[in-house]
């Protein structure tokens, strides 16, 4: 089972591109039909996902959340969305398979 959970986590990784929070242009550069959001409750890592997950019930949530905790004025310069990050990865391995 534990295998399985790393293998889960891993392939997550590999559905969107996980960026470091780094200058540099071309690595701050999002994909067309992409959007970047920074996830974490302290320590904020940067996600590259598509657009249209941002319609599906489950993560409208989480961005109902983030607007509850930080309004329009995100503190990373982008979208925040304040849940673990293990969480996000989860939700959005589930949303890659149902997009499928």
Known sequence: MGFQL???IGNARHLFKL????S??????VPKG????YVGE???KRFV???????HP???ALLKTAEDEFGFDHPMGGLTIPC???AFIDLTSRLHSSFL
């Open 24 to 29: 540099g242009r071309k690595q701050l550069e």
């Open 34 to 37: 992409h959007v970047a959001v």
């Open 42 to 44: 302290i320590q904020m």
């Open 6 to 8: 790393r293998s889960m």
């Open 84 to 86: 673990k990050e293990d």
């Open 58 to 60: 489950s993560f409208a």
């Open 19 to 22: 960026q470091p929070l780094v």
């Open 49 to 55: 996902v598509p657009l249209a997950y941002l319609n």
